[in-house]
């Protein structure tokens, strides 16, 4: 009679000594979902990576949700048809790539916007290219109209002084800065984010700043700590060999979020996206 206690006994040690050995050996919980604000989909992806390869490339990283914009805007749309629980639209403002150097002040391209939002799925502009003293004109003022009614967001990839023209503009904006700027220190991107409450800040492509050697830059992590809510993760495909890289990217993105308190990592990783597109 006393054997099954005796052996539910052992057992219990037997699976605390398998743990305890587990926990030596350096095992880890499981790896961050990861949503990527920065993702696009464009007009030379689409023969080599058609959907079903990206959205494959998207799982096996771990990507949970993306952000997809795309030059022109079908390749997002195509995309989004494909998997919409995963892929969140956001319109670039681009025909093509002649568009980029002149775009905030052509009206086609406003009247391309317009059209394209008419379809109802995007949920904001961008990523687009704007920089200081290019901010002050009819396209952006009437594009800035156009997020306000519509209740989406900018993702701007541009530089300090452009961010601020732009919440100068109008205040009531959400915009999430591409790249933190791409070039900004750590001081410069917090004094933004410490002035502007609805500003966001995406981290692709900033791997080697925020982290160089795969170490956490102490006062990004002090930056981190001060503003958890607002930073989110991100990678960039800008160009059709980036997909191959998009893993590793990834993976260089955990690690230094491993060096963070997991709370911190969670936000960053996938909650504060999550928050601003539920």
Known sequence: MRRR????IALAVAA????????RLGAQPAELPIFDTHIHYSAPDWAEYPEERIIGILEKAGVRRALVSSTPDEGTVRLHRKDPKRIVPILRPYRTREDMGHWYQDPAVLAYMESRLALGIHKGIGEFHLFGGQVDTPVIRRMIALVVKHNIFLHAHSDEVAIVELFTIE???RVIWAHAGMSSPASAVGALVDRFPSLSVDLALRNG???PGGTLDPQWRALFM?????FLAGTDTWVTSRWEALPGSVAEVRKYLAQLPRDVAEKIAYRNAERLFP
């Open 226 to 230: 001060r503003h958890p809510d607002r």
């Open 5 to 8: 206690p005796l052996l539910a």
């Open 209 to 211: 700043d925020v982290a």
């Open 16 to 23: 605390l000594a398998g743990f305890g050995l587990a926990a």
């Open 171 to 173: 205040p009531k904006l």
